[in-house]
């Protein structure tokens, strides 16, 4: 484990490595405990590197055994090695020269499952971000390409499958050893460290193929445990889906022979795009319908494209250091929202990622750990993988594509393939090929990849009768975040309408200042007045439609106007905005008088709204499902921003649920029974969006029958996930003390107790259930049998439920369930850093808690800070977080 070392890496202070690896061999020789890399490295001096510079490689608890250069064995005295790094002073005179090194590793002992590691019986890689200097010495930074070749040998039995990246060249028997065999691939495309993977073991797998474009045929495979071949049919579907539609809308084909896809239980992150062997959590590859929500599938296809988008954009096109990781995370992101908006419905996956985006990367932007999209600094990089870069980054792009429309956007990425394909490039490269095919000048939008956090943006309204003027005027603003207090006015693309008493958007006879163009308005300077002429009555205006930028907007709207654009707004993105927007305020205010020791008072008007929602037919199930949601807890305490009271903000949502429950109890007994599906299961959109509406509604009646009796019924007669899990939540978290409750949960535990993946959905659903009885059911379940702090997946399902997803239960007012989050951080941070670090982030916003809290919330990020020795990706979010 690399421990608080204090340094910080900058952004200025990049340049370029002295010596460049353009070929990189390597040859694994597998055992579980003592596995031998032999790395042979062709070195070239770069140009203007002079004559005698040191070599010097990284890595990372690594064990020498041999060096060499052109064959011959280095002298003690001409290199020093420690775990950590490699220095080679006496280098040959000559431009180029071959270094061999080989290690020993400990697969087995590698519980950071970063590097070269061994899981259930499977030997396994991780080497984004730095992973790679675990297995060899190297220089282990993106910007260095290297055209790798790979031997692996292993026991047969052990591990018949062996796969690493590229174009299988070579297999058989290790000569003189007939219980070993080996296998050989090569990767014609240059890639840099991060990008490499093994993979070896006993293993299922699902086959099939696909045909470019071009005609060129790609061998497809999807390695899993043995047994779950059959879950895997849905994500081999998601890729070849996925493979079409990078061809139609970004004209990009594959490059390989092969494509692997292998999903293991034990992984850090949800999947790792290396090239021609994508590793996955096997979340995101495994389903059917007895085991998987539609959650579940929807997650699995956006993963499987988001990964393989990555070929384009992070692989033949990656980024010259981690300063740039938006440029690949970003741009890849937006490319899979498009992907599933096009497979699925535009509208409701565009809420589904404001939702996300507003939930975890607003919060981030708001508080102590808010940074640029591009970083300017960091002490380490696992800690910057964040909502800001990946659904921030994503926003960007999105706004690109507006300023300068798709025709446009599409010759910009165009053009981006054609001048950086087998490059490590910047922000800079891409953010020029949208300036080139536009000729539009993209300096000022540049800010929004340096300038942290979200922009407010203030508006005013005035209508003149007589003139038949509507003004709006616009005022941006930007708080100083970590690091940055001195902000400039961004370029803020505003998408709007003026809508009519007809439900329909007034066209205006022309536009007086600022810069409209076409339903955009885009905002520039730090305040600007438009002035739309041949308005003959007072519209309601819709501003941000699509959400067309990622900020906080103000507008003085009644709730007579919110309603109306939650009815009319031909924007669907919009009419759930107005729509959340009123369900807020009325949240806000309830959570008020409740902690003033007041009832709640809620508006009829707002419960209509409600109603008419659930009983629109023309409405899309699923867009009604996510409007007839209430704002989550989470959702309430951010538009509070101080003095949060998790307790009072859940007593209001309560309430609030309670009175449209009683108002439409028997409309939504209707829908909720007309609703209900016959025939074979599809996780097709329509018919998730129907199990969607159907299992809201389901929460809603179960709450105002004050009885367990129809969730019971639908969780003993669910012929799926969705709908069995839907009736779980709300046994446990309505009616947890009940025998009903307990019976489902020991069946659920006997039905699917051998199942990984599902047995999380278990965990979880008991570790967010709320109030303050969840920290002894969380301390019981880390006891459980098949809890363990080995397993992420196992500990993000109670731990990171607990902490992220339970704000009661999370925050109680004793402070009790922060001292046992401590306690679990720093069990955690010892084997696996990367996650300790990120579940910390959970405590990000204490300071917007109510002061008791805020105090107990602050001792245990001190104890956490005051523990001896952390490692760096742990010592970096406490620092930051208390800073």
């Not at 009683?662 to 329509?686: M, N």
């Not at 709450?703 to 669910?718: D, G, I, L, P, V």
């Not at 965990?763 to 702090?789: C, I, M, N, W, Y």
């Amino acid at each position: 484990m690399r421990t608080e070392t204090g340094q910080t890496f900058r952004l200025e202070d990049y340049r370029p490595t002295p010596y460049a690896i353009p070929e990189t061999k390597l040859d694994f020789s597998l055992e579980p405990e003592k596995t031998i890399v032999r790395a042979t490295l062709t070195i070239e001096r770069r140009d203007g590197t002079a004559a005698g510079t040191p070599l010097i490689l990284d890595g990372d608890e690594l064990k020498l055994v041999s060096i060499a250069i052109d064959g011959k064995q280095l002298a003690d005295n001409s290199y020093i090695a420690t775990p950590d790094q490699l220095e080679i002073s006496d280098l040959p005179e000559g431009k180029r020269f071959t270094l061999e090194v080989v290690t020993e590793i400990n697969p087995t002992t590698n519980r950071q499952l970063s590097g070269l590691y061994r899981s259930s019986g499977v030997y396994c890689t991780q080497c984004e971000a730095e992973g790679f200097r675990r297995i060899t010495y190297y220089y282990d930074r993106p910007d260095v390409l290297s055209v790798y070749t790979v031997r692996v040998d292993a026991n047969e039995q052990a591990a018949p499958i062996l796969l690493s990246n590229g174009n299988p060249v070579e297999s058989g028997s290790v000569e003189g050893k007939p219980d070993r065999h080996f296998a050989i691939w090569h990767d014609p495309h240059p890639k840099p460290s991060y990008l490499f993977a093994l993979v070896a073991g006993s293993l299922g797998v699902v086959k099939d193929h696909f045909t470019t474009k071009s005609g060129q045929p790609v061998d497809l495979a999807i390695y899993v445990e043995h047994g779950k071949e059959g879950r895997a049919l849905y994500a081999m579907d998601a890729l070849k889906r996925s493979m079409r539609w990078d061809e139609e809308k970004f004209g990009r084909e594959y490059d390989l022979d092969v494509f692997n896809i292998v999903a293991v239980s034990d992984f850090n992150m949800g999947a790792m795009e290396n090239k021609g062997l994508n590793v996955f959590n096997d979340k995101y590859v495994l389903a059917d319908p007895e085991t998987a929500t539609d959650v579940d599938y929807a997650g699995i296809e956006a993963v499987i494209a988001h990964e393989y988008f990555h070929n384009w954009t992070g692989n033949r096109i990656t980024c010259r250091d981690w300063f740039q990781l938006c440029l690949k995370e970003g741009l890849t992101v937006y490319r899979d929202h498009e992907f599933s908006a096009d497979e699925r419905s535009r509208p409701v996956k565009r809420i589904a990622e404001v939702k996300i985006l507003k939930a975890q990367q607003f919060p981030e932007d708001a508080g102590p750990l808010a940074h640029p999209v591009r970083p300017r600094e960091y002490r380490e990089i696992n800690n910057f993988y964040t909502a800001t870069v990946y659904e921030k980054g994503s926003e960007v792009v999105r706004m690109i594509r507006t300023i300068i429309g798709p025709e446009l956007f599409r010759k910009g990425m165009d053009l981006y393939f054609e001048r950086h394909d087998g490059e490590a490039a910047t922000i800079e490269d891409f953010i020029k090929v949208f300036a080139d095919v536009s000729g539009q000048d993209f300096s000022q939008f540049a800010l929004w990849y340096d300038q942290a956090g979200t922009p407010k943006v203030e508006a005013a309204f005035s209508y003149d009768a007589a003139k038949e003027t509507f003004s709006i005027e616009l005022a941006q603003s930007l708080g100083a975040t970590p690091g940055q207090t001195v902000k400039k006015p961004m370029h803020i693309p505003i998408a709007f309408g003026l809508i009519g008493t007809d439900g329909e958007d007034m066209v205006p006879t022309s536009v007086e200042g600022g810069d409209v163009r076409g339903d955009v308005i885009h905002l520039h300077r730090p305040s600007e007045t438009i002035v739309f002429h041949g308005i003959k009555e007072r519209p309601v205006p819709s501003l941000l439609r699509g959400f067309s930028a990622p900020v906080n907007l103000s507008a003085p709207l009644s709730d007579d106007d919110r309603a109306f654009l939650a009815l009319n707004d031909s924007d669907p993105v919009a009419r759930w905005q107005a729509l959340t927007g009123i369900f807020n305020q009325a949240l806000l205010e309830g959570a008020k008088r409740i902690r003033g020791g007041h009832a709640p008072a809620v508006d009829d008007k707002i419960i209509e709204l409600a109603g008419n929602v659930a009983s629109d037919e023309t409405l899309d199930p699923a867009f009604r499902a996510l409007c007839l949601t209430l704002p989550s807890e989470s959702d309430i305490a951010r538009e509070m921003g101080s003095n949060v009271d998790p307790d009072a903000i859940l007593a209001s949502r309560n309430h609030f649920v309670d009175a449209i429950a009683a108002r439409y109890a028997g409309d939504f007994t209707k829908l909720y029974d007309a609703l209900k599906q016959d025939g074979a299961f599809s996780p097709d959109a329509g018919a998730a969006g129907k199990r969607a509406l159907r299992n809201v509604l389901l929460d809603y009646l179960s709450r105002h029958e004050k009885s367990q009796k129809r969730a019971t019924s639908q969780f003993a007669n669910a012929d799926n996930m969705t709908d069995r899990f839907a009736a779980l939540a709300v046994l446990v978290h309505r009616f947890g003390d009940t025998n009903e409750a307990k019976d489902a949960l020991a069946s659920f535990e006997r039905q699917f107790g051998k199942d990984g993946l599902v047995m999380d959905k278990w965990f979880s659903v008991q570790a967010s259930r709320p109030g303050d009885e969840a920290l002894q059911a969380v301390r019981d379940l880390t006891k459980h049998a098949l809890f363990s702090l080995d397993n992420p997946n196992r500990v993000r399902s109670v731990i990171g439920s607990f902490s992220a997803s339970n704000p009661t239960g999370f925050n109680r007012k004793d402070g009790a369930a922060y001292e046992f989050f401590a306690d679990t951080i720093l069990s955690i941070d010892p084997e696996n850093p990367q996650l300790a670090a990120r579940l910390l982030t959970a405590l990000r916003s204490w300071r917007s808690l109510e002061d008791t809290r805020r105090e107990h919330a602050r001792a245990a990020l001190a104890r956490i800070s005051g523990a001896g020795k952390l490692s760096t990706d742990l010592r970096d979010i406490v620092d930051r977080t208390l800073a």
